[in-house]
């Protein structure tokens, strides 16, 4: 899974801080998470739904509000309000870079702010809720009522929330009690998935009846169960992902919308260290990178290893047609390839190949099956070489289709 740094400017010019969760093969949609009051982006559900979702081809965006976790600001000066403005700017910032997002997700007082958010959002389709309070101001029953006195009576005082101690200002308050999201709700107008669990003890249950109530159709119900408000086990957060990437289907961008890839891969920095990058192969997504001891993140292959892993697969498959053409009873096929350099040679790139054929094959089909490993389409690439069109910031040529390669086995084995 391919997780890469995303930072936009928010609402009030400060920079927040996300981590967009790719899709690992074709991308169905676009999402943006909003977490809990407090919590930030690397709150452990936030992170598990995000990466789930991102498994099932839904990208998703999590970021800290303004004066959490890695985005700039203060926590004294936050504001609901702003928390909603920041995820219409975060929609704009993916809209910018070509993810459009077409789903809101928010989690306790994000799946408030998620549903104020959309009304200004025409392209969110969507909106899903999880242990979402229906009134705003519920939230201040989180805080001890002498503290919320002190900040009444003097603008501010620290507030010891979650086990944390924050520094919270009467604007806060002030903005949290103003707040009139029932008119929200029933403004929203998207189809609204709510999912609550009834033994919830931050926000009751009856905040998501509510909810449901106050919501128009399409609208959809889902208990979860047992589960507590910040869904610390992993079952419960694998429940509310699988909900929400089945439910969300048909407000998603269809995959037949995704245009047809122009190129066999793409690799992008990510910004997390000096050389990883993020590879786009036709619907996959993968990392590549360098090893520590030459000052990589080692989060992935390094490029010749994905060289040598082309050479191990391509030689794999060949020889796996061969003898499936052949009917020879091999029942398991293995190539290790390793890369290596003698610069005094004239052609010093050396890749040494090792295959394992498993069955009850004679020696005379073997010493045959090892023939055709030569003849595997990469191997006859590397060997010969090949010419180059380098272009800056122009598409490349059109690709050969995906059939081509599947074409030049069957022409190698045809033998």
């Known amino acids: 899974m391919v997780t890469r740094p995303f930072h936009f400017s928010g609402s009030n010019g400060k920079q927040l801080s996300g981590r967009m969760e790719m899709p690992g093969g074709r991308v169905r949609g676009w999402a943006i998470f909003a ?26 965006l999590r970021f800290d509000f303004a004066g959490l976790g890695d985005s700039e600001g203060e926590f004294a000066d936050s504001r609901f309000s702003v928390d909603v403005q920041d995820i219409e700017a975060a929609a704009r910032a993916m809209t910018d870079e070509g993810k459009a997002p ?57 507030v010891l929330l979650g086990g944390r101690r924050f ?23 998207r189809p609204l998935l709510v999912m609550h669990a009834p033994l919830d003890d931050t926000v009751g249950i009856e905040n998501a009846t509510k909810i449901y109530v106050a919501a128009r159709h399409p ?73 520590v001891s030459v000052g990589g993140l080692g989060s992935g292959p390094s490029p010749f290893d994905l060289l040598s892993s082309a050479l191990a697969a391509c030689t794999t498959m060949t020889l796996r047609l061969y003898a499936e053409n052949k009917k020879w009873p091999v029942t398991r096929i293995r190539t290790a390839v390793g890369h290596d350099k003698d610069v005094s040679d004239p052609r010093p790139d050396q890749f040494n190949v090792r295959i394992d054929i498993e069955g009850p094959i004679d020696d005379d089909q073997r010493a045959r099956m090892m023939e055709i490993a030569e003849r ?40």
């Open 35 to 60: 977490h809990c009051f407090t919590c930030g982006k690397d709150n452990r559900a936030a992170v598990r739904i995000a990466r789930l979702l991102a498994r099932q081809g839904i990208g998703v």
């Open 102 to 158: 077409s789903l809101l997700i928010g989690h306790s007082l994000g799946g408030a702010a998620a549903i104020a958010a959309a009304g200004a959002l025409p392209a969110i389709r969507a909106v899903a809720t999880v242990n979402a309070p229906f009134d705003v101001a519920h939230t201040l029953h989180q805080f001890d009522p002498a503290a919320l006195a002190v900040i009444d009576a003097e603008g501010a005082a620290d």
């Open 167 to 189: 520094h919270v200002g009467r604007g806060l308050i002030d903005d949290l009690r103003q707040q009139d999201q029932g008119a929200r709700i029933a403004a929203l107008r």
């Open 219 to 291: 609208k959809s119900f889902f208990s979860l169960d047992d589960a507590d408000h910040l869904l610390t086990r992993p079952q419960d957060v694998e429940r509310v992902g699988s909900m929400i990437a089945a439910w969300a289907a048909p407000y998603l961008t269809a995959p037949t919308d995704t245009p047809a890839p122009t190129v066999d891969a793409e690799a992008e920095e990510t910004g997390d260290g000096k050389f990883q990058v993020a590879i786009a192969s036709g619907d996959h997504v993968f990392l590549a990178d360098e090893p």
């Open 376 to 415: 595997c389409p990469v191997h006859r690439t590397l060997e010969r070489g090949a010419r180059f069109s380098t272009a800056a910031g122009e598409p490349p040529a059109p690709c050969e289709p995906p059939e081509a390669h599947m074409e030049a086995m069957d022409r190698s084995v045809d033998v």
